[in-house]
Nanobody, 113 residues
Framework: QVQLVESGGGLVQPGGSLRLSCAASGFTFSTYAMSWYRQAPGKERELVAEISSAGGITNYADPVKGRFTISRDNAKNTMYLQMNSLKPEDTAVYYC??????WGQGTQVTVSS
C-alpha cells in the first residue's frame, strides 16, 4: 500500500522557519523524483520545489527561491522541505508528491503574527 505522510506543519511568525517531512512507504522511493506542492485557500495547487531521484537535481518556484531547500534521504525513504524567512503568503496546505502520481494528505502551514 502506497503511503506518503507529511508532517512538520504548524503556526509560525513571519520570518520564522519550519521543516516539513514526507515519509514514503509502499513503493521504491529511491527511484522516483519527488516534489512539494502547496495550495492556499481559494487558489490552485502550485509546485513549490522538486528533486530528482538521487537528489542531485533540484528546482524551485520563483517565490521560494533562496528561502526554501528541498532534500531527501533515500535510506530513510523521506523527503524534506526546509522553509526559512517565512512570509504570510506562504500560508497553505503543503503536499508531497511522487513522480508516479502518489500524493500525501497534506500538512497545514500558517504564517501569521
Amino acid at each position: 500500500q502506497v503511503q506518503l505522510v507529511e508532517s512538520g506543519g504548524g503556526l509560525v511568525q513571519p520570518g520564522g522557519s519550519l521543516r516539513l517531512s514526507c515519509a514514503a512507504s509502499g513503493f521504491t522511493f529511491s527511484t522516483y523524483a519527488m516534489s512539494w506542492y502547496r495550495q492556499a485557500p481559494g487558489k490552485e495547487r502550485e509546485l513549490v520545489a522538486e528533486i530528482s531521484s538521487a537528489g542531485g537535481i533540484t528546482n524551485y518556484a520563483d517565490p521560494v527561491k533562496g528561502r526554501f531547500t528541498i532534500s531527501r534521504d533515500n535510506a530513510k525513504n523521506t523527503m524534506y522541505l526546509q522553509m526559512n524567512s517565512l512570509k504570510p503568503e506562504d500560508t497553505a496546505v503543503y503536499y508531497c508528491k511522487a513522480q508516479a502520481g502518489f500524493w500525501g494528505q497534506g500538512t497545514q502551514v500558517t504564517v501569521s503574527s
